[in-house]
């Protein structure tokens, strides 16, 4: 049974592009959730989705950020117009409907130049 | 906002001894989970906790739920050198929707010497 799956794994964009991050959650498992930890600290919650909906999206950045899991595929965290700031590591977690335990991916490691 | 203050940041200990680190928060929680981070890696669920005062074991490790459901404790008993890394509480209120996010705490840095 597949982990959480994220790719890619190390992504590197110039300011202004946009970066697309993609998490295809564990088998069974119809929740994800985005995360972003900067160096030497915890994640911080962005957002919150289920098939076609999104749940929450407290965590979010106002602009210029935006997520979808569609029916079918993975879900998809975009960032456009890059900044410096936006480089962390992004991670997505997945649970089953009204499950308390999140598992989480490897990881995108997005570096802005 | 909610934040969860981890405590100790940081330790050094010696191979074979135990470890005690612990989570508290400004609000309370519904769930504790403790995760295990190694570098370049995503968190890795290290165990669970459901109900206030739970105490809980996996192998080594051995969690508690704080009676006020505003803390809670990992321990590791007679450390090894891969349990370096980085531990990190999460709290989860209860309920589904916008309580379903995972707070994070501020992380303990674990590293053992032999």
């Known amino acids: 049974n597949a982990g959480v799956m994220q790719n890619p794994r190390h992504l590197v964009r110039r300011r202004g592009q946009e970066a697309r991050l993609r998490c295809s959650p564990m088998?069974?498992?119809?929740?994800v959730y985005w995360y972003r930890q900067l160096p030497e600290e915890g994640l911080k919650f962005m957002v919150y989705?289920?098939?076609?909906?999104?749940?929450?999206e407290s965590g979010m950045p106002k602009e210029r950020f935006s997520a979808e899991f569609p029916k079918e595929g993975p879900s998809i965290l975009r960032i456009q117009q890059v900044v410096r700031g936006d480089s962390a590591a992004y991670f997505c977690?997945?649970?089953?409907?009204?499950?308390?335990?999140?598992?989480f991916g490897p990881g995108t490691r997005l570096t802005v130049l | 906002g909610q934040q969860l203050n981890q405590s100790p940041q940081s330790m050094f200990i010696q191979e074979g001894e135990d470890v005690s680190m612990n989570c508290t928060s400004s609000?309370?929680?519904?769930?504790w989970l403790w995760y295990k981070q190694d570098p370049g890696e995503g968190p890795v669920l290290l165990i669970a906790?459901?109900?206030?005062?739970e105490l809980t074991s996996n192998g080594r490790l051995t969690a508690q739920f704080g009676i006020t459901r505003k803390d809670s404790f990992l321990n590791i008993s007679a450390s090894i050198p891969s349990d370096v890394g980085i531990y990190f509480c999460?709290?989860?209120?209860?309920?589904?929707?916008?309580?379903?996010?995972?707070?994070f705490g501020t992380g303990t840095r674990l590293q053992v010497t032999l």
């Open positions: 977690a997945s649970s089953p409907a009204g499950g308390n335990e999140q598992f």
């Open positions: 088998k069974g498992h119809s929740h």
């Open positions: 989705l289920q098939k076609e909906n999104i749940i929450d």
């Open positions: 906790l459901y109900k206030a005062g």
């Open positions: 609000s309370i929680f519904n769930t």
């Open positions: 999460a709290g989860r209120t209860l309920g589904t929707g916008t309580a379903s996010k995972l707070t």
